[in-house]
């Protein structure tokens, strides 16, 4: 799809302002934020400021309508310039969580939970994985069953992004017969985050040290059946409709993150000196350099062909199996370039601080959240009929 000068014109500016934001706000304290564990809540508001936390949200909610080349150069930029996976995915986990209310979600239910969230002032999550089981998502146990004018939930979930401080958790629960199986008895409701009956415990990470991850328990918490999303049975359809959208964000983010450790490794082989030379000086050092910017080069054209698709309504399956072999290939990009920095850098790699360090730590999370590449060979293969 050729892009209008506006749309040009909307990219190179929402791209700049990220940029300066993410330099500014984000990278100078990120390890300082890894330290503890978590970054400020104020960061949301400063996001929110900027229209980041807004960007795909209708503006009868507060939001900013915004294709999906415009929120991925947001996510490149971000992830670009930031470094920290750890930021992006607890300051935009409102984008796996919101999603699901605002397709399903009574008009009353959205009202009174996505303009706060899009403000910076309450944070949103998403809960589907559970100790028991993660990809295998027709095998959760978390249930729900109706009680009145209530659901009364009990179950665990884990893994849980923004898990310790959401507001508002968007969570998957089997509902119908007690003892139901597979697909069909699956529902979606939404919990608040003060409810009595919910607990949560923090979960310490190889990566993203700075986005609290938690493990939630339901005991009989209620939630007013007024907040289930959708029809009572239909989670599955939703939960898989969802997945596509963090599927190109991540493919997005993981782009980003790739360039973050490219322009280290290049920033570092111009000024290090050893035996004479600068390191980009070494052919060898270049040719690593090369094949870094072949592999973005191929998921920036990859990421822009999709999201273009889903811009123009082309989401059928045969785009879903894309979706997913791009966020393979995308993730896969990432972990080479960051492997490919840290060696360039050397012990400096090595060390605490460096972009491509916490990159490289973070990208096997990439690689397994939202789908695990086996998971998304797997996928890819059934939706072009192999």
């Known amino acids: 799809m050729?892009?209008?000068?506006?749309?040009l014109d909307m990219l190179a500016d929402i791209t700049a302002s990220v940029r300066r934001f993410a330099q500014n706000d984000i990278a100078p304290h990120v390890s300082q934020w890894d330290d503890a564990g978590e970054f400020p809540r104020a960061l949301y508001h400063q996001a929110a400021e900027l229209g980041l936390l807004a960007l795909g949200y209708p503006e009868a909610l507060g939001g900013i309508p915004a294709s999906w080349r415009l929120r991925n150069a947001m996510t490149l930029a971000l992830c670009r310039h930031g470094g920290s996976g750890g930021v992006l995915a607890s300051l935009?986990?409102?984008?796996?969580?919101?999603?699901?209310?605002?397709?399903?979600?009574s008009t009353a239910l959205q009202q009174a939970v996505i303009p706060p969230v899009l403000r910076g002032g309450k944070i949103a999550a998403l809960a589907i994985t559970e100790p028991g089981g993660g990809s295998d998502v027709a095998a959760l146990r978390t249930t729900a069953r109706r009680d009145g004018a209530d659901y009364v939930i009990d179950g665990e979930k884990v893994f849980i992004t923004s898990g310790m401080r959401?507001?508002?958790i968007t969570v998957a629960v089997r509902t119908g017969e007690p003892g139901s199986k597979g697909a069909g008895g699956i529902s979606m409701i939404l919990v608040p985050g003060d409810s009595p009956g919910l607990s949560r415990t923090r979960l310490e990470k190889m990566g993203w040290w700075c986005s609290d991850t938690a493990q939630l328990r339901f005991d009989g918490v209620r939630v007013p059946a007024s907040h289930l999303l959708g029809e009572e049975g239909g989670g599955f359809k939703i939960i898989m409709g969802n997945f596509n959208g963090e599927r190109l964000a991540m493919s997005a983010a993981a782009l980003g993150f790739a360039q973050a450790c490219y322009d280290e490794a290049l920033d570092w082989a111009r000024q290090r000196k050893t035996f004479?030379?600068?390191?980009?000086?070494?052919?060898?050092i270049r040719h690593k350099l090369v094949d870094m910017q072949m592999r973005i080069a191929s998921t920036q054209a990859w990421v822009d062909a999709v999201a273009d698709r889903a811009d123009a309504g082309d989401q059928g399956p045969d785009w879903v199996a894309h979706v997913c072999m791009l966020k393979n290939h995308a993730t896969q990009t990432m972990q080479f370039c960051a492997d490919q920095a840290v060696q360039i850098l050397g012990g400096m790699g090595?060390?605490?601080?460096?972009?491509?360090?916490?990159?490289?730590?973070?990208?096997?999370?990439?690689?397994?959240?939202?789908g695990a590449e086996e998971i998304m060979k797997d996928l890819a293969a059934r939706q072009l009929g192999l």
């Open 2 to 7: 050729n892009l209008s000068s506006t749309d």
């Open 92 to 105: 935009f986990s409102h984008n796996i969580g919101l999603p699901p209310v605002l397709a399903h979600g």
């Open 166 to 168: 959401a507001d508002f």
């Open 276 to 284: 004479g030379s600068t390191l980009v000086d070494k052919q060898v």
């Open 350 to 370: 090595f060390m605490r601080g460096t972009k491509s360090e916490r990159i490289y730590r973070e990208v096997k999370v990439m690689m397994i959240g939202g």
